[in-house]
């Protein structure tokens, strides 16, 4: 079935470092595709997403490009910030009903 | 404040004892969705309600039943609790066709 892998954790980067979060499916055609983020004590919440191959989602700072030629949507931000630090979620649509199935999930710690 | 809201926040149970988690959204969204969050196995999905009225199982459902009591409320239980379940329950809700989910901030649930 159709699914998401991501890189494992923990990262741990100091402020103002490069950023990518591996992200890689499998799946029928070519599905929408998400990135959440779950901030501490906080339930999830969509950071970005992709509807198409070739597609660029962003939002504050982060990106993320839709690349059907390597089943890729790696998540990046150029320069990361103390209030980045939180666990980052790829993920896809899972059969009908608008389901969505997710990575394991990536903690990221940015460090002053 | 708009949102999911989540009660209880945490809760410690014996094996053997039943509970329900409530889940109420105030932004007039027709799905509802359960997951749980293991270290390590990310968020996998329980049971989700497409609309009011209706209900389906999710990836795994044994154990757990829900109620989708109207529009605004979606509620899981636990009918005999066991140590596996002891998890972070998050629901989620949507507009009818989207993807973009609205999450509650989890309940913390341990079985001893």
């Known amino acids: 079935g159709d699914s998401v892998t991501q890189m494992e954790g923990p990262v741990t980067l100091s402020e103002e470092a490069f950023l990518t979060i591996n992200c890689t499916y499998t799946?029928?055609?070519?599905?929408?595709l998400f990135w959440y983020v779950q901030y501490p004590g906080e339930g999830l919440q969509l950071l970005l997403k992709?509807?198409?191959?070739?597609d660029k989602g962003s939002n504050k700072g982060f990106e993320a490009t839709y690349r059907k030629e390597t089943t890729s949507f790696h998540l990046e931000k150029g320069s990361v910030q103390v209030s980045d630090s939180a666990v980052y979620f790829c993920?896809?649509?899972?059969?009908?009903?608008?389901?969505?199935?997710f990575g394991k999930g990536t903690l990221l710690t940015v460090n002053p | 404040n708009a949102g999911v809201t989540q009660t209880p926040k945490f809760q410690v149970l014996k094996t053997g004892q039943s509970m329900t988690l409530q889940c109420a959204q105030d932004?007039?969204?027709?799905?509802m969705y359960w997951y749980r969050q293991d270290p390590g196995m990310g968020l996998r999905l329980i049971y989700y309600?497409?609309?009011?009225?209706?209900?389906d199982k999710g990836e795994v459902p044994n154990g757990y039943n829900v109620s989708r009591l109207n529009k605004r409320e979606f509620s899981l239980r636990l009918e005999s609790a066991a140590p596996s379940q002891t998890s972070v329950y998050f629901c989620?809700?949507?507009?009818?066709?989207?993807?973009?989910?609205?999450f509650g901030s989890g309940t913390r649930l341990t079985v001893v």
């Open positions: 992709a509807t198409k191959a070739d």
């Open positions: 993920a896809l649509p899972r059969g009908s009903n608008y389901k969505l199935t």
């Open positions: 932004m007039n969204h027709n799905s």
């Open positions: 309600s497409a609309s009011e009225g209706t209900t």
């Open positions: 799946a029928t055609g070519y599905p929408s």
């Open positions: 989620a809700s949507s507009e009818a066709g989207t993807y973009g989910y609205t």
